[in-house]
């Protein structure tokens, strides 16, 4: 088997994991290969990829009917499609996670939105799914809010795996790496094993530029900014703001406080970058993995950019270059009065109602199934 660009982006040490789970991918053996011939090393999932799955085909609909006999409801039967999913891809993968002795190999179920705001609640949820799953390299995804970073500190101090999702900040970035240190610090304080606590926080990129890119638009719109002006600043603030991220991850698993960790076996909690598929048609189709490549990060990406970058991807250290001019263009645009703190606060909480939205759907959705399944 020849090399692809896969392979040379796993190389610089970059972890390629893939968003998108069904059943079909499991059962078929596509997931087997990938990992066999792709170099990917893990998965993640969410209520989006679940609703998708579920209301196509019909690889579902047996367990759906069995488990509608039994009494359960639809949020019930989710978790049991779902969990079952996950623990299949957990047990694909669980080669990877030994090779890497814990450091991947890892597949991620999230919580339900409706938790978002509530840490006890998250908590709770959060040890149902990881003693369901019941396997050592599932990763319980929190969403990055200020109640999810109190959850997360609790997990991590617990011992369980923690993806902490729908980051936009770097302000929410720190706040979730203090956490996660914290965390560690605690369970190292009752004497807890460190090795074999993971985490990774789930970073947004494209979703940026697809809130900024129309603002400059209207400045051309209105007269304020010249059109050669506003094409050079487009396309650039979210990788500008993950490279910034990188920066704090650097700067924060580094010094005293972090090596003392060291000693006692821990990881770092590396970057993972989300929403990379390339939303604006103009752009170059794998522009948000070229750009933010380098070591202790992981990528994951949906089907289509991962085949794009298999095919036509290039590699190269790019995650902490020019970030001078990173540091530049996000100036440029304060001066303009685009707040990217606005920007990002507004994103996570459209991201938290989509995922809302989604779950709801999905439970609709299985709702009519099992409804559909009973007049068979």
Not at 85 to 105: H, I, L, N
């Amino acid at each position: 088997m020849s090399p692809t660009p896969l392979h040379t982006l796993h190389a610089a040490g970059q972890s390629i994991w893939l968003d998108f789970i069904d059943r079909a991918i499991l059962r078929s053996g596509d997931l087997t290969r990938r990992i066999r011939e792709e170099a990917l090393t893990g998965m993640t999932s969410n209520p989006t990829i679940f609703e998708k799955a579920l209301a196509t085909g019909s690889a579902y609909d047996g367990q759906l009917r069995d488990g509608a006999a039994q009494g359960l409801d639809a949020w019930g039967l989710f978790e049991l499609v779902e969990t079952d999913d996950v623990r299949v891809a957990c047990d694909a993968f669980a080669e990877v996670y030994r090779q890497t002795k814990g450091q991947d190999g890892y597949v991620s179920i999230e919580v339900s939105p409706g938790s978002a705001h509530d840490a006890a609640a998250t908590i709770t949820e959060a040890h149902r799914l990881w003693t369901t799953v019941d396997r050592p390299n599932v990763m319980i995804k929190v969403p990055g809010t200020a109640e999810g970073c109190l959850a997360l500190r609790q997990l991590i101090a617990d011992g369980l795996n923690v993806n902490v999702t729908l980051l936009f900040s770097v302000a929410a970035h720190a706040r979730v790496i203090e956490a996660y240190l914290a965390g560690l610090e605690d369970r190292a304080a009752k004497g807890g094993d460190l090795s074999h606590v993971a985490s990774v926080a789930s970073f947004f990129v494209s979703r940026v530029d697809g809130a900024i890119d129309p603002r400059l638009d209207a400045l051309v719109a209105a007269g304020t900014l010249a059109a050669e002006r506003a094409q050079a600043l487009q396309g650039k603030a979210a990788i500008a703001n993950a490279k910034r991220a990188y920066r704090l991850f650097q700067e924060r698993f580094a010094g005293p406080r972090w090596a003392a960790l060291v000693a006692k076996g821990a990881q770092v909690q590396r970057p993972l970058w989300a929403s990379t598929s390339t939303k604006n048609p103009a752009y170059r189709d794998v522009l948000y993995v070229e750009e933010l490549v380098g070591p202790d990060t992981v990528n994951t990406m949906p089907p289509a950019t991962l085949e794009a970058f298999r095919d036509h991807g290039i590699t190269r250290r790019t995650v902490d270059a020019d970030l001078a001019a990173a540091d530049q263009g996000l100036a440029d645009l304060a001066a303009l009065g685009i707040d990217l703190d606005a920007v990002t606060d507004r994103l996570l909480v459209e991201g938290l109602a989509s995922f809302q939205k989604s779950f709801d759907t999905l439970i609709a959705g299985i709702e009519a199934k099992t409804a559909t399944l009973r007049g068979h």
